[in-house]
């Protein structure tokens, strides 16, 4: 089964037209990824830096706003792995505003890294067979 972030759209996301600002469809993104990581992978980014001495950072971002949101519109993201490679991951972002119009779609590449040098490093062998069932149940 596909991960869902729900999201509530407040005042403070909207900009001067009072539709959600621009920056924000991205910061929307990022916080359904560290929930679908939380719920995957069991663990949040914040443990994953400091616990696990490993960060995600993000490599590649695109993105298509097809609708505008404003805090009347409920807001559910959903999460896909389009592609898991050596130390990397491909996430595929739908958002939904109101179930069922698609407000935008991105497409966001991480790598993992160690903590503190920054190299690049294979993806553990424990994240990967979870990301594989999480890819499988989709």
């Known amino acids: ?5 729900q999201k509530t759209i407040n005042w403070s996301d909207t900009d001067a037209a009072e539709i959600v600002y621009t920056g924000n469809y991205l ?12 719920d995957v992978i069991g663990l949040n980014w914040y443990e994953l ?3 696990q001495k490993m960060g995600t950072p993000f490599v590649h971002i695109e993105m298509n706003i097809k609708s505008m949101l404003t805090p009347m519109n409920s807001l559910e993201i959903y999460v896909y ?8 991951i491909a996430y595929k972002i739908i958002g939904k505003k109101d179930r069922e119009i698609e407000s935008f779609n991105a497409l966001l590449v991480c790598c993992i890294i160690n ?8 993806i ?14 989709c």
């Open 124 to 137: 553990p062998d424990d994240y990967r067979e979870k990301i594989n069932n999480y890819i499988s149940r």
């Open 1 to 5: 089964m596909v991960y869902v972030h």
């Open 115 to 122: 903590r503190p040098d920054n190299k690049v490093i294979a």
């Open 49 to 51: 830096n400091n616990d």
């Open 27 to 38: 910061n929307y993104s990022l916080e359904a990824i560290e929930g679908w990581f939380k």
């Open 81 to 88: 792995v389009e592609k898991m490679g050596k130390s990397s």
